[in-house]
């Protein structure tokens, strides 16, 4: 029994039956606060950054203090509860007349958005934003700190055709068909390459909650929060009503932890770049000595991610990408390992713009041992030009 894990689904009737982080020490809890915040900031809803930035970073706010690590926070966006990661970008409304309750049974406050068309669709804009809507989801789930939890058939895009309450549907509403069809497998395809990240990488599943500022008597500080022009977000701008995209770098080799066998935890550095606006935002590329930028992988343009593998210091280039990654040279960065804008020239932008589809760039090929990189999932929310990234 010693090595059961204790998970609580903290709700119940009445009032104060909410009890999300107040479980004791050695209990895991089902974080909703995590569920709401993901869901506001990827629907584009105003003052919800700083909120998404707690719940990306392992909401510290509800496990630090009672003696918990990241790993309490069982992260997740949907559960056997309420719509389907797929129906959450199709659906504004819940549709759950064929429960026989005159649709009055069900979460009426999904937070949900159906991109521009409720329902079924052959609107190209449309299904396209949705579908990188939902990799915005499951990359932002698998790449937060704490415990990721996937709703299965999330992983390749299944619908209950907005029905968030299935409970008497002994068909297919709730039946889960494995017969994957091409864009299912590709989808897929790209859960999994979240996966392996999520493992490979310290920085993604740190023991100990991040500290924010200087550690071990140096400058070097364990996370930085970047505005798009590449300096560091300032208290005005995390009170602004009107912030929909981030930065986060993680250095790799400023964890003040160690390992089972008393070794201090250094890996790959990643760097994370949001953005849920309506809009194109250009965002500054933090520069790392004399390192590359280099694309991992694409949540827009299939074509994009195979094409342009590797960008230099100072060079500018358009295309269609939302995901990308600088390789470093960890030898080189020991010098300064922070993330800085350079003062010595230009250095290349990431755009917010129309994208396609998803794939993984290069991650066969790398070298844990001798490269680090970033990576950014870029997305955005909403309707009218429904963006989502380039480099410029």
């Known amino acids: 029994m010693s090595q059961v894990k204790l998970i609580a689904e903290p709700w119940d009737l009445g009032a104060g039956g909410y009890q999300v982080g107040n479980f004791p020490f050695g209990w895991m809890e089902w974080n909703g606060k995590y569920r709401d915040a993901v869901r506001r900031f990827w629907r584009g809803d105003e003052g919800s950054a700083s909120e998404f930035a707690t719940r990306l970073s392992g909401s510290s706010d509800l496990y630090e203090q009672s003696g918990r690590r990241p790993y309490a926070s069982v992260n997740f966006v949907t559960s056997h509860d309420g719509f389907t990661m797929r129906d959450l970008v199709s659906y504004s409304e819940k549709h759950n007349v064929a429960n026989g309750e005159n649709n009055g049974d069900g979460e009426k406050n999904n937070l949900s958005w159906n991109c521009g068309a409720e329902g079924p669709t052959d609107d190209p804009a449309v299904l396209s934003l949705r579908k990188r809507q939902h990799r915005n989801l499951l990359a932002t789930l698998l790449l937060s700190q704490g415990v990721p939890m996937i709703l299965a058939g999330d992983e390749w895009g299944r619908t209950q055709q907005g029905n968030n309450n299935p409970y008497c549907q002994d068909n297919e509403v709730s039946w889960l068909d494995w017969n994957l069809d091409a864009e299912q497998s590709a989808l897929l395809e790209f859960v999994c390459t979240l996966v392996r990240l999520k493992l490979d990488e310290p920085v993604l599943h740190r023991p100990k909650f991040f500290q924010g500022r200087p550690i071990r008597g140096t400058d070097i500080r364990d996370i930085w929060w970047l505005e798009s022009n590449g300096q560091e977000m300032t208290d005005e701008s995390w009170g602004s009503s009107f912030v929909r995209c981030l930065g986060v770098y993680l250095p790799g080799d400023a964890m003040a932890d160690v390992d089972e066998r008393g070794e201090r935890l250094a890996g790959n550095s990643l760097l994370l770049l949001l953005n849920a606006h309506t809009e194109t935002v250009d965002f500054m590329l933090p520069t790392c000595n004399d390192d590359r930028w280099t694309l991992l992988f694409d949540t827009a343009a299939v074509e994009t991610a195979e094409r342009i593998k ?28 922070r993330c ?31 490269l680090s990189y970033c990576l950014c999932p870029v997305a955005a929310y909403n309707a009218g030009t429904g963006r989502v990234a380039t480099l410029q």
């Open 310 to 337: 590797s960008l230099p210091r100072g060079q500018s280039i358009r295309s269609r990408i939302a995901l990308w990654c600088c390789f470093v040279s960890r030898k080189r960065r020991k010098s300064d390992p």
């Open 340 to 370: 800085r804008t350079s003062q010595q020239g230009p250095v290349p932008k990431a755009v917010l713009a129309d994208g396609g589809f998803v794939k993984k760039a290069g991650i066969d090929q790398m070298s844990p041992p001798q």
